[in-house]
Nanobody, 122 residues
Framework: QVQLVESGGGLVQAGGSLRLSCAAS??????LGWFRQARGKEREFVAA????????YNADFAEGRFTISRDNAKNMVYLQMSSLQSEDTAVYYC?????????????????WGRGTQVTVSS
């Protein structure tokens, strides 16, 4: 079982940047992704990256603002976020999917972290 631990969340002003990190308990050559859930809303897909990092897939709202990357030597995946807005306020979750290619379908992900809170003040 892969354990995932997110970090890097916090309070940031609108227009600012933040980098989230996710540490996996073991080496995993599978898709890793980020999801988020705002209060009172359903969880939504943010971005995903293929096992070797060659392919990424972003939600429309993340295009041009968020960048997902991974370092397999360190068992880490990152989410660099910029131009943050109040609507980006949410708990961000790291997740693992036993697939070769990135997917935005949450049902494809079998392991999840506990999340890290991101709050954007306007």
């Amino acid at each position: 079982q892969v354990q995932l631990v997110e970090s890097g969340g916090g309070l940031v002003q609108a227009g600012g940047s933040l980098r989230l990190s996710c540490a996996a308990s073991e080496r995993t050559l599978s898709t890793l992704g980020w999801f988020r859930q705002a209060r009172g809303k359903e969880r939504e897909f943010v971005a995903a990256i293929s096992r070797l990092g060659a392919t990424t897939y972003n939600a429309d709202f993340a295009e041009g603002r968020f960048t997902i990357s991974r370092d397999n030597a360190k068992n880490m995946v990152y989410l660099q976020m910029s131009s943050l807005q109040s609507e980006d306020t949410a708990v961000y979750y790291c997740a693992h999917a036993p697939t070769a290619f990135p997917t935005g379908q949450s049902t494809s992900y079998n392991y999840w972290g506990r999340g890290t809170q991101v709050t954007v003040s306007s």
